[in-house]
T-cell receptor, first 114, second 111 residues
Framework: GAGVSQSPRYKVTKRGQDVALRCDPISGHVSLYWYRQALGQGPEFLTYFNYEAQQDKSGLPNDRFSAERPEGSISTLTIQRTEQRDSAMYRC????????????FGNGTRLTVT | DAKTTQPNSMESNEEEPVHLPCNHSTISGTDYIHWYRQLPSQGPEYVIHGLTSNVNNRMASLAIAEDRKSSTLILHRATLRDAAVYYCILRGDNTGNQFYFGTGTSLTVIP
């Protein structure tokens, strides 16, 4: 079956614009995670969902960042009024949901804010 | 809060075994120990996980201390393709589902 799919792969936007990053998880996976990764750093947790419910958004840096997963499948991470410091790789991962289930990562979206 | 401690970097000679340590002194009884690795320019990939007993799979072995406060990922014969950042992560009732990655151990394999 298909893995986790993220789009777009690359996004260049101007400061102040809004961007929406999409994640299509593996079919049937209950949990979906969003991470941000700066160069040379480990993935930084942003938020996660079980089905359509956002369980934890404590990692979202500020109120310009939001995420949704309205039907418990595809998720969108939205960044409003982008700033240069938002430039990073944004990674999505999904898992069946149990504590012993591994995370499956997508290829990520490279966001560059100019 | 990663709740695990790993060395920042390690080196190994090619075709020799590598032992990557991880300390997790606050582990609870329901926490699984997961290991992931991230190759250059790629996303993290699952390596192995365990709860109490040592585990083996085609990629690696996981040795878990009897008190579960530490574990060691063992690569039996390091290859150049094993050069990556290795992350040790806890997942269970104590950690919830946040899956914090921490800074990991950067493994260099010397030809």
């Amino acid at each position: 079956g298909a893995g986790v799919s993220q789009s777009p792969r690359y996004k260049v936007t101007k400061r102040g614009q809004d961007v929406a990053l999409r994640c299509d998880p593996i079919s049937g996976h209950v949990s979906l995670y969003w991470y941000r990764q700066a160069l040379g750093q480990g993935p930084e947790f942003l938020t996660y969902f079980n089905y359509e419910a956002q369980q934890d958004k404590s990692g979202l840096p500020n109120d310009r960042f939001s995420a949704e997963r309205p039907e418990g499948s595809i998720s969108t991470l939205t960044i409003q009024r982008t700033e240069q410091r938002d430039s990073a790789m944004y990674r999505c991962a999904s898992t069946p949901g149990t504590y012993f289930s591994p995370l499956h990562f997508g290829n990520g979206t490279r966001l560059t804010v100019t | 809060d990663a709740k695990t401690t790993q060395p920042n970097s390690m080196e190994s000679n090619e075709e020799e075994p590598v032992h990557l340590p991880c300390n997790h002194s606050t582990i609870s009884g329901t926490d699984y120990i997961h290991w992931y690795r991230q190759l250059p320019s790629q996303g993290p990939e699952y390596v192995i996980h365990g709860l109490t007993s040592n585990v083996n799979n085609r990629m690696a072995s996981l040795a878990i201390a009897e008190d579960r406060k530490s574990s060691t990922l063992i690569l039996h014969r390091a290859t150049l393709r094993d050069a990556a950042v290795y992350y040790c992560i806890l997942r269970g009732d104590n950690t919830g589902n946040q899956f914090y990655f921490g800074t990991g151990t950067s493994l260099t394999v010397i030809p």
